[in-house]
C-alpha cells in the first residue's frame, strides 16, 4: 500500500497531536525548550508573540526563566491547541494561522516561530508568515525563526553528493492512517540566501544566525536566526 505525504504543516501537528503533546512533556523536550527560552532576546516587560505554540513547552519554560514579562500570545491553528498545557493569566491562547495573526500593528517586543518554517512547503507561506510576525513587531523588535536548518552553499552541494536532499518527508513515532497507511511529512533545509532574502522581503535586518551542535565537517549548519524590524515602511505588498 502505497504511502500518504502530508504537504500541509497545520494537518500534520493535527494527525499527531495527540502522541506529540505526550512525547513534549519528557525531559530532553522539557530542556530543549528552556534552551530556547534562553536563546531569545528576552527584556523585563515584554510583550511576547509564540506562533506555532504546540502544546506551550516553550511557552511554559519562557514563562519559568523569564516571569517579568508582560503578557504572552501564543497562536496555535492545529489540535495541538487541544492539548495546551500552560494555564496563567499572561498568555493569550489563539486558534489561528500565522499568515492571519490577530493583533494590531507593533503590539510585540519579540515573536517568534520555532519548528515551524522547515515544515512550510509554499515559499507564500513562508512570506506572509514572516511579514505578518513583522507587522505585528515594534520598530526595533526582534523577529526569530526557530529550529530551521540552514546550510550555506558548501555545505549544500556536500549534502547532495551524499544524498541528502534540502526537501524531503519523515516519518515520525506515530500511528498508521486510518487506512493502515504509513504517513510521511514534508521537511525541509534552507539555503542561507534564501533565509537572508525572506528578512529582506519582510523588513528584517539579520542580527544573528546560532549554528547547531553538529556540523558538516568544518563547516555549521546554523539553526536559530534573530532579526530585527527596520524603520522604514513595510514592503508587505510589493511582490
Known amino acids: 500500500m502505497e504511502p500518504q505525504t502530508i504537504n500541509d504543516s497545520v494537518e500534520m501537528h493535527s494527525i499527531i497531536a495527540k502522541d506529540y503533546a505526550k512525547n513534549l512533556t519528557m525531559e530532553e523536550s522539557h530542556q530543549y525548550a528552556h534552551e530556547i527560552s534562553k536563546i531569545l532576546p528576552i527584556k523585563r516587560g515584554d510583550v511576547i508573540l509564540d506562533v506555532g505554540a504546540g502544546s506551550g513547552r516553550i511557552t511554559k519554560a519562557i514563562l519559568e526563566d523569564h516571569p517579568y514579562i508582560k503578557t504572552y500570545y501564543a497562536l496555535e491553528p492545529s489540535k495541538l491547541a487541544d492539548y495546551f498545557m500552560v494555564n496563567d493569566d499572561r498568555v493569550e491562547l489563539f486558534r489561528c494561522l500565522g499568515q492571519d495573526i490577530p493583533l494590531s500593528d507593533n503590539m510585540?517586543?519579540?515573536?517568534?516561530?520555532?519548528?515551524?518554517?522547515?515544515?512550510?512547503?509554499?515559499?507564500?507561506?513562508?512570506?506572509?508568515?514572516?511579514?505578518?510576525?513583522?507587522?505585528?513587531?515594534?520598530?526595533?523588535?526582534?523577529?526569530?525563526?526557530?529550529?530551521?536548518?540552514?546550510?550555506?552553499?558548501?555545505?549544500?552541494?556536500?549534502?547532495?553528493?551524499?544524498?541528502?536532499?534540502?526537501?524531503h518527508y519523515f516519518k515520525p513515532q506515530s500511528k498508521p492512517d486510518e487506512n493502515g497507511r504509513d504517513v510521511f511529512f514534508y521537511r525541509r533545509r534552507y539555503l542561507m540566501g534564501e533565509v537572508k532574502s525572506l528578512l529582506r522581503n519582510s523588513n528584517l535586518t539579520l542580527i544573528r544566525m546560532i549554528p547547531g551542535h553538529k556540523k558538516f565537517g568544518p563547516f555549521n549548519v546554523y539553526l536559530h536566526v534573530i532579526a530585527q524590524k527596520r524603520e522604514s515602511p513595510s514592503c508587505r505588498d510589493s511582490l
Not at 112 to 134: G, Y
Open 108 to 167: 510585540c517586543d519579540l515573536s517568534f516561530a520555532s519548528e515551524v518554517f522547515c515544515h512550510l512547503k509554499e515559499t507564500q507561506d513562508q512570506i506572509d508568515i514572516l511579514r505578518e510576525m513583522q507587522r505585528v513587531t515594534k520598530i526595533g523588535g526582534f523577529v526569530c525563526i526557530l529550529t530551521t536548518p540552514i546550510n550555506d552553499t558548501i555545505i549544500s552541494l556536500y549534502a547532495r553528493i551524499f544524498r541528502r536532499p534540502r526537501e
